[in-house]
């Protein structure tokens, strides 16, 4: 597993891909595969998580098995930062049959304090973290998503 700082950022990096997963299809239900959170075949230079592409590629590497591979401890992170939006009631999906094991999430949408959290505007900032999010993504700041992430989920948007 990484050291705990970088579980902290990988954790808000997912909870912000996430989030803006269900800001851009709200209200409709999504399925999630934590193996492949932002879809099955789009290129690494277009993500800002990491697959099981990456995870597979890392078994080459001399040293790592599937035990002692980062890719993996990276993968779970993202898995329980869905339960933690689950826990947390910003998302919703149908109940995980195979508990902390589940690999896929399906049936998932933001709840309306997830809604609400995103479209939250500062008072003094005026900004709408949905969008921010989103164009963070989109543009490839993917560092900038953490900071983004703590604030949404601390409530310190005023």
């Not at 329980?80 to 690999?103: C, M, T, W």
Request: net charge positive; aromatic share 8%.
């Amino acid at each position: 597993m990484p050291n705990d700082l970088a579980n902290i950022d990988q954790f808000h990096k997912c909870v912000a891909v996430v989030l803006n997963l269900m800001y851009e299809n709200s209200p409709n239900p999504i399925g999630v595969d934590t193996f492949y959170i932002e879809g099955e075949g789009v290129p690494a230079n277009k993500r800002a998580l990491v697959n099981f592409d990456n995870e597979m590629k890392a078994w080459e590497k001399p040293g790592n098995s599937s035990e002692s591979n980062p890719i993996k401890s990276e993968i779970a992170v993202c898995k329980n930062a869905i339960f933690f939006l689950r826990d947390e009631v910003y998302i919703q999906s149908k109940e995980p049959k195979h508990g902390q094991g589940q690999r896929t999430f399906s049936e998932c949408k933001l709840t309306s304090k997830g809604l609400a959290a995103l479209g939250r505007v500062g008072v003094k900032e005026k900004i709408n973290w949905g969008s921010l999010i989103h164009s963070a993504i989109k543009d490839g700041k993917y560092k900038t998503l953490q900071d983004m992430a703590v604030k949404v989920l601390s409530g310190g948007l005023n």
